[in-house]
């Protein structure tokens, strides 16, 4: 049987949720095409994973303002997954841990295609399983979709 989970992704503003929300859904689609558009509150995402979970992404607003539900939209996620730079505006961990407590964070390092080794290192010691992503050059985004499926 296959389940339906309800994730969160979430990071600053242009930390590139909404691009790899995107690119999970589409295989075909084109970095260079995409038009970035702040997001509005949340937009939902249901993705079928190749092991044929569906996972609804909720893809979140960054941007204190476009934030409308705050910690609401944390209910009921199995997981978060969280975007980081090395200068995150907002502490996300501790944001969604104080909605959602112990549930799994997937940390993900964001636009990895333009991560120096050394910022590389400094999230590593800040978060030793993170997995770099990037949508633009494809890193990443199958390690991603099988953290996942084991969600
Ligand atoms: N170089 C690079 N730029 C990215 C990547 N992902 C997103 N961006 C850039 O960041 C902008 C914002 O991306 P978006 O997905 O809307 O970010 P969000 O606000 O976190 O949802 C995009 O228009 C791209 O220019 C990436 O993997 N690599
Ligand atoms: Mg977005």
Not at 2 to 9: A, G, L, Q, T, W
Not at 133 to 151: C, D, F, P, R, T
């Amino acid at each position: 049987m296959s389940k339906v989970s309800k994730i969160v992704f979430i990071g600053d503003g242009a930390t590139g949720k909404t691009c790899v929300a995107r690119r999970l859904l589409d295989d075909e689609w084109r970095f260079s095409a995409f038009k970035s558009v702040p997001t509005l509150g949340v937009e939902v995402h249901s993705v079928e994973l190749p092991n044929s979970n569906v996972v609804n992404v909720w893809d979140c607003a960054g941007v204190e303002k476009n934030r409308g539900l705050g910690d609401g939209y944390y209910i009921q996620a199995k997981a978060a997954v969280i975007f980081h730079t090395p200068n995150d505006v907002r502490d996300w961990v501790r944001d969604f841990r104080r909605a959602c407590m112990k549930k799994p964070i997937v940390h993900v390092g964001a636009r990895a295609d333009e991560l120096t080794n050394e910022e590389r290192e400094v999230l590593m010691r800040k978060y030793p399983n993170i997995v770099f992503v990037s949508s633009k050059s494809g890193e990443g985004i199958n390690e991603l979709v099988e953290l996942l499926e084991q969600i």
